[in-house]
């Protein structure tokens, strides 16, 4: 399954396709070797959804979602800072409303949108938060 998933990310962040450049906004941390299967849907603003099937656990999760940059306004070779920006103040976002109310959902669902090292990749902030279960007051360490 692997080579389905490789292959689409291929499509979608390749400069030379007349497809338009993408960003991709990874929900849950899978590793590729570990999905068997993903199913690919389009939303409104050919933005995708990416749900996948991991091999040692049921049912199908959300893993990703994939914005084109245009939908943020940007030109193609914008860097992750500049994008950045948009994506943690979505009511930046003007161009496309479709867009800019995923792009709210996910901050209320999932804290914050991080930059990955390669360009165009972004991560949510889901599973290194961490709640505070201790209540009253702390005292200071001397």
Do not use: C
Not at 1 to 25: A, G, L, Q, T
Not at 74 to 94: C, G, S, T, V
């Amino acid at each position: 399954m692997s080579e389905k998933y490789k292959e689409f990310i291929k499509k979608i962040h390749d400069k030379k396709n007349e497809i338009p450049e993408y960003i991709s906004i990874q929900i849950r941390s899978a590793k590729k070797s570990d999905l068997i299967d993903i199913k690919i849907r389009k939303l409104e603003s050919n933005i995708v959804k990416i749900i996948a099937h991991e091999q040692d656990k049921k049912g199908w999760i959300l893993h990703s979602y994939h914005v084109p940059l245009k939908n943020l306004g940007l030109p193609n070779e914008a860097k992750n800072k500049e994008i950045l920006i948009y994506l943690n103040q979505p009511e930046k976002i003007m161009t496309d409303k479709p867009s800019r109310d995923l792009i709210e959902e996910l901050i209320q669902k999932y804290v914050e949108i991080h930059a990955e090292r390669k360009n165009h990749f972004f991560r949510t902030e889901r599973f290194s938060v961490q709640k505070d279960y201790s209540g009253g007051r702390k005292l200071k360490a001397f």
